[in-house]
């Protein structure tokens, strides 16, 4: 396998890749659009900072590519939606650069504060000028934080060190975590009033596009100190050149714009203005702990493992990851079961655990089994990233439960199948760590090896059935290496479940179909 390296991605991080037997890494400094079209069909793996854009035109000819890795937070540089319809995983690395961009956050205010840039250029020019420096001090001052997420905390923490007064606008943050932090959560508006410096810690939406704008502006007390070490936008730029104009904003600090690189600002006339080139991350620190941690995850990708940072997946914790992951091969093997033994256009798929799995965090199960599934019956790429938007586009209405009563099974995964046709169920179990057994069909008791070749006989409880279907099957020389019939009344209903060594020729099944008794016969590959 392959995977392209771009934009300066910390070299020691690398490790992981180059450590991982069968995969070759082509590190290249940058590359355009049109050299990246050109060059993406080859490799299965790309990772990026935040300079190169993984477009959708790119995406289209990306035929093998499997995963997309973010060195960093923010993928707004990546068409997620575009890979994900693809079936592309994108990875990324939110907490290594989280004290990086909180440093440089508070940096720029001590900047701002103390006229730090201003004062050195020009001292540097010759000027020994103290007169036009004279600082304010942070100690007692209001700093008002809006997104109070990873970056947004780690900056309160250390001002608060400082001795300043932390209050934050933050809608999905609840009051108790802001409590612990000592922050008063407080509206946008009351906070744009309160704040004597104001930094932003969001990514950009559109509802936090120009949030900081005319009127948050107008809001703010006269002398506030703005910062943006978040993304470009969230400060309308043409809002705070009016307002450094009129001196209601007393000093800014950019680290981000909306169009980058920005090397021309309309900004950068005034001398209360510093800007830093989307420095925020770049600390030894953290480049070498994104790449490290970026690097492990196109690893872990590549390999069809699940992974912790997945953009597109719901991510699963190491610890529920413990829990499930035994589960997720079998879930995937009912999936595949019951696709090629259901008949007709499948409508519905209802996905029940119970036993040890009724608490648990189950909607990557549910994936897998979508996996299974639409991997049986689909020619394009199916995996955890796209089953859930393929089988949405196909009208499978998908339905999760979990029952916590007292079930006959230490831990069971039921799916019910529906088509215009019929329904059917499929319930499965592990024995003890790793035992797969599929244990009822339809209701029909058996105790199945999930593996390999199957065949599946619904057929009337009595004799003469089982010996004819044996006896075709090994005239074609096919071993069992497995038989169950599972039954609910005598003479009734009953169903056959055979594991094979080989698959079992179309004329074979056609005369197995003919044997008196025998209601259908249907062949699976696990
Ligand atoms: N300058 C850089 O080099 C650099 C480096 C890393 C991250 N960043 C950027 O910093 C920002 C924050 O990163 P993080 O890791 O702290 O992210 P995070 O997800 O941990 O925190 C974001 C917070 O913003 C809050 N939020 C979202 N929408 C909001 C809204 N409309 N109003 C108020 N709050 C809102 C969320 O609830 C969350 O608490 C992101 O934009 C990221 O891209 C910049
Ligand atoms: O890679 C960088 O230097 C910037 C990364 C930063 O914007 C992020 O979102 O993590």
Redesign the pocket.
Same mark, same amino acid.
């Given at each position: 396998m392959k995977v392209l390296v771009l934009d300066g991605v910390e070299e020691e991080g690398l490790k992981a890749l180059r450590q991982e037997p069968g995969i070759q890494v082509d590190v290249k400094d940058k590359m355009s659009e049109d050299e990246l079209v050109a060059a993406i069909g080859d490799y299965d793996g790309i990772i990026v900072r935040?300079a190169t854009k993984v477009t959708a035109r790119i995406i289209e000819k990306a035929a093998r590519l499997k995963v997309v890795g973010r060195a %960093?937070?923010?993928v707004?540089n990546i068409d997620v939606p575009a890979a994900t319809a693809r079936g592309i995983l994108v990875v990324n690395a #939110?907490e290594g650069?989280?004290l990086?961009?909180a440093e440089?956050t508070i940096a720029m205010m001590l900047s701002l504060a103390r006229n730090i840039p201003q004062a050195n250029a020009s001292l540097r020019a010759g000027k020994w000028d103290k007169k036009s420096f004279m600082g304010v001090e942070l100690r007692g001052k209001v700093l008002g934080v809006?997104?109070? %997420?990873?970056?947004?905390s780690a900056v309160a923490k250390r001002a608060q060190g400082m001795e300043m007064k932390v209050v934050a606008?933050? #809608?999905?943050?609840n009051e108790e975590k802001a409590g612990l932090l000592g922050v008063t959560l407080l509206s946008?508006e009351e906070l744009l009033k309160q704040a004597d410096f104001i930094t932003v810690?969001?990514?950009?939406?559109r509802?936090?596009k120009y949030?900081l704008g005319e009127k948050a502006f107008s809001l703010m007390k006269d002398g506030v100190r703005i910062i943006n070490?978040?993304?470009g936008g969230v400060v309308d730029e043409q809002a705070l050149y009016n307002a450094m104009k009129s001196g209601k904003v007393a000093g800014a600090a950019l680290?981000?714009f909306e169009k980058e690189p920005n090397t021309d600002s309309p900004l950068f006339e005034f001398k209360n203005f510093i800007a830093t080139p989307?420095?925020?991350?770049?600390t030894q620190e953290a480049q070498l702990s994104v790449a490290t941690d970026v690097a492990r995850e196109v690893v872990a990708a590549l390999k069809g493992e699940l992974v912790k940072n997945a953009v597109n997946i719901p991510s699963v914790s190491p610890k529920v990851l413990a829990v499930i992951k035994p589960y997720l091969s079998l879930a995937e093997k009912m999936g595949k079961f019951a696709a090629q033994v259901i008949c007709g256009r499948v409508n519905k798929i209802e996905a029940t655990y119970s036993g040890d799995l009724a608490g648990q965090e189950v909607s990557p199960l549910t994936t897998a089994i979508l996996k299974g599934f639409l991997d049986s019956i689909l020619q394009e790429m199916v995996n955890f990233v796209n089953a859930p938007l393929l089988a949405k586009k196909r009208g499978i209405n998908v339905i999760q439960r979990q029952e916590t009563e007292e079930a006959d099974y230490a831990n069971l995964i039921t799916v019910k199948v529906k088509s215009d046709q019929e329904e059917i169920s499929v319930a499965g179990t592990i024995f003890g760590k790793v035992d797969q057994r599929i244990v009822s069909i339809d209701g029909y008791h058996v105790d199945a090896v999930p593996e390999g070749h199957m065949l599946y006989i619904p057929h009337i409880d009595k004799p003469r059935i089982i010996g004819p279907v044996g006896n075709l099957i090994g005239t074609h020389n096919i071993n069992i290496s497995g038989m169950q019939v599972g039954r609910k009344v005598i003479g009734g209903k009953a169903v056959m479940l055979l594991n094979i060594d080989s698959p079992v020729p179309e004329e074979t099944m056609a005369e197995i179909a003919k044997i008196d008794g025998v209601l259908g016969v249907k062949s699976v590959s696990i």
């Open positions: 935040s %960093g937070v923010g707004d #939110p650069n989280t990086a961009v440089h809006i997104g109070l %997420g990873r970056i947004g606008y933050d #809608p999905y943050i946008l810690h969001l990514p950009l939406t509802e936090s949030m070490c978040a993304r680290d981000v989307h420095l925020g991350a770049s």
